[in-house]
């Protein structure tokens, strides 16, 4: 008799159902149940402040209500998954993300009013408040993607060029920006050129070992086929990511967080949003076969 293969999703379901929060909910009907768009939207604007930008905690480590750079890419990123960028959105975000910005064009992760919150250790104790790759590069290359614009995506591609120029060495956090940069930013003949040149760089932060989550895994630096990155891992290397990457779902459906435990609420989030992201790998992998329904895009998926 032959054995029935449950697909991750089956019990990937369960775990959301009984733990994830409300706008998670609705990214996993989009995703992986054929489910509307709007509601994602809509719970994703609970999050947005009056300047534009993004706090209450839509970052799971960062549990304040202050807009804060970091909470600008997650929210950039949901958006990027429900197809074109909102232009109701985008003005505010843009004014937010010029408003914080410094003089060379980037964006620090946080802003040093995180220390009066509720955030990680690791966020409440950051001194350097500086420009960074990560999350200016991140959300630079979404703006790019979705051909959106402005003169502050002008600047910030510009510090973007200047510091990857600059670069000798490149830190795990900074990677999955560096590559996500690299991957949709208009000038396709630079890009080329500097990954030919970045790529020893990049393949020493990757952790090449599978089922060894510590620091970036070739599939968060090339998380599809067709990306940029993924010539640079051989195709017996990322099967072998993904078999270890399906084999990581725990007992309960979901997948583990992939930060320490700080607080159980932002422990529990952290946990969601691995499970999405696991899924959504497996899904672009191939590894989900008609387990999850085509999505038929419609006018209010725009």
Not at 69 to 91: F, H, K, N, Q, Y
Not at 109 to 124: E, I, K, N, Q, T
Not at 273 to 294: E, F, M, Q
Request: charged content about 20%; some cysteine.
């Amino acid at each position: 008799m032959t054995e029935t293969m449950i697909s991750p999703v089956e019990p990937a379901e369960h775990y959301i159902a009984r733990n994830a929060r409300l706008i998670d909910r609705y990214r996993f009907a989009y995703l992986f149940q054929n489910g509307p768009a709007e509601p994602v939207r809509a719970a994703l604007d609970t999050y947005r402040n009056v300047d534009g930008g993004y706090g209450n905690a839509l970052e799971p480590d960062l549990r304040g209500h202050a807009s804060q750079p970091l909470a600008a890419a997650t929210a950039l990123s949901v958006l990027d998954e429900l197809g074109p960028l909102p232009r109701d959105v985008l003005p505010g975000l843009l004014r937010y993300l010029t408003s914080v910005s410094r003089p060379d064009g980037g964006l620090p992760p946080v802003l040093p009013g995180v220390r009066h919150s509720d955030a990680a250790p690791w966020w409440r104790e950051l001194t350097d408040h500086s420009s960074a790759l990560d999350p200016t590069a991140f959300i630079v290359a979404l703006l790019h993607k979705h051909h959106a614009p402005s003169r502050w995506r002008d600047h910030a591609t510009a510090f973007c060029w200047t510091r990857i120029a600059a670069l000798r060495w490149i830190r795990p956090e900074q990677a999955v920006a560096v590559c996500t940069f690299l991957e949709h930013v208009s000038d396709r003949e630079r890009a080329q050129t500097e990954l030919r040149r970045l790529a020893p760089m990049l393949l020493r932060t990757v952790t090449m070992t599978p089922g060894t989550f510590r620091g970036p895994t070739p599939l968060d630096l090339a998380p599809t086929p067709r990306h940029i990155i993924r010539p640079l891992f051989a195709d017996t290397l990322i099967r072998a990511h993904l078999d270890a990457l399906q084999a990581a779902q725990a007992l309960d459906g979901g997948w583990p967080a992939e930060h320490i435990a700080w607080c159980p609420g932002a422990h529990a989030a952290q946990r969601d949003l691995a499970t999405l992201r696991a899924l959504t790998a497996l899904r672009d992998n191939g590894r989900l076969g008609g387990s999850t329904p085509v999505r038929q895009r419609t006018p209010a998926d725009a």
